[in-house]
């Protein structure tokens, strides 16, 4: 079945350093999506890729689809200790496959 | 967007016995996901179900030890039976909602 790989699997960083995780699959993607969720609770949708090459931005926050849609990525720019959590992305189909996530933890 | 609750939020049971967890969805949905998340770890897909037909499962899940009921557009429940101590998880149910999915807040499970 379709895997999404994702690394880190942890991420320990100071408050106003940058963060990055990447998400990799063997085969191309119809979409991606990317969560967030923060410690004890659900996951809660960030955002969905679709087109190939495409670059959205949230405030610090800038999504990335890679060209041949087979990988993707999350940058935050400058972290602050709201952004600690889990950020999971997930291959849209009938149903979301998600990969294992990178815990950020960020020290003030 | 969708609000859903679930019931309960959280149960310690012993093993060899069932539990069923009840999801509740604010609007009408076609699909609800019910979802594995064991401590530490990524979501896993349990089963998709539809209104008025059997939920189709993941690789590795059986109706024997999930089943599934999904009387209405609404509403679904999810049964852990025969539970071992393999099975203490949070179960989270999911539905569509436009491009994205919305998450119930969970049942985390602990089985003694």
């Known amino acids: 079945g379709q895997q999404v790989m994702q690394i880190p699997q942890y991420q320990h960083v100071q408050e106003g350093e940058d963060f990055t995780t990447y998400c990799n699959s063997s085969t191309t993607l119809s979409n991606i999506q990317w969560y967030k969720q923060r410690p004890g609770g659900h996951p809660v949708f960030l955002i969905q890729?679709?087109?190939?090459?495409e670059v959205k931005k949230q405030k610090r926050l800038t999504f990335q689809f890679g060209e041949a849609k087979k990988n993707s990525s999350l940058h935050i720019t400058a972290t602050q200790t709201t952004d600690v959590g889990t950020y999971f992305c997930?291959?849209?189909?009938?149903?979301?496959?998600f990969g294992k996530g990178t815990t950020l933890s960020v020290s003030s | 967007s969708a609000v859903i609750s679930q019931k309960p939020s959280r149960d310690i049971c012993q093993r060899g016995t069932s539990l069923t967890i009840q999801c509740q969805v604010d609007?009408?949905?076609?699909?609800m996901f019910w979802y594995r998340q064991q401590p530490g770890q990524s979501l896993t897909l349990i089963a998709t179900?539809?209104?008025?037909?059997?939920?189709?499962?993941e690789s590795g899940f059986v109706i024997d030890k999930f089943p599934i009921s999904r009387p209405n557009l609404t509403f679904s429940t999810l049964t852990v039976s025969n539970m071992s101590p393999e099975d203490s998880s949070i179960y989270l149910c999911s539905v569509e909602g436009g491009a994205e999915q919305y998450f119930g807040p969970g049942t985390r499970l602990t089985v003694t």
């Open positions: 179900a539809n209104q008025g037909s059997e939920a189709t499962y």
């Open positions: 609007s009408q949905v076609t699909m």
């Open positions: 997930a291959a849209a189909g009938t149903a979301l496959i």
């Open positions: 890729l679709v087109k190939s090459g």
